[in-house]
């Protein structure tokens, strides 16, 4: 069985009795035995292609089998230039951090944001630090607040061993 794409099966390889037929032109023309429908296609000099196999009966359709792949990959190459891949930027800190450190911490993240970037804040806790989580959670409050005008919480700040962590991403306009 030569199928060229997994989803497609093209002329002799259509190995149902009946099938429905769409023509070249888009017009219905019935239900009629693949033999005679591939001989339809020969006729225009076009190829005859299963298109939803698993309806009953199966559908084909008359059509130029290459300019038809042609076009989809064309489409599939489209979609993927649309798409928006979006980035997870990091920003650090420990529970001894300063008021002035956390506002350049803040103008970074700020740009990451603006950029349609997601940021990850963590704060790290060593050794006995991590029995005062409530510093990271006042930490993580002061961080949002700077950044309040530009982002939403995804996800809130949660305790995971000795990490605090919080979820940013940009406001929706």
């Not at 000099?45 to 064309?74: H, R, T, W």
């Not at 956390?102 to 806790?125: H, M, Q």
């Amino acid at each position: 069985m030569k199928i060229i794409n997994k989803s497609f099966l093209i002329n002799q390889d259509i190995v149902e009795k009946e099938v429905r037929v769409i023509s070249d032109d888009g017009s219905q023309m019935g239900i009629i035995l693949s033999k005679e429908a591939l001989r339809l296609a020969e006729e225009k000099e076009l190829d005859l292609v299963m298109i939803s196999p698993n309806a009953k009966p199966p559908v084909c359709k008359i059509m130029n089998y290459g300019k038809f792949m042609y076009e989809q990959v064309k489409k599939d190459k489209e979609a993927r230039k649309k798409q928006k891949v979006v980035n997870i930027k990091e920003v650090r800190f420990s529970p001894k951090i300063e008021e002035h450190d956390i506002s350049i911490k803040a103008k970074n993240a700020r740009k990451f944001l603006l950029a349609g970037d997601k940021v990850k804040v963590t704060v790290r806790f060593r050794g006995r630090e991590a029995d005062y989580s409530f510093i990271g959670k006042k930490i993580l409050d002061i961080f949002h607040s700077k950044l309040q005008d530009v982002c939403v919480i995804e996800r809130q700040p949660k305790l995971e061993g000795r990490n605090m962590i919080m979820f940013l991403s940009a406001k929706k306009a």
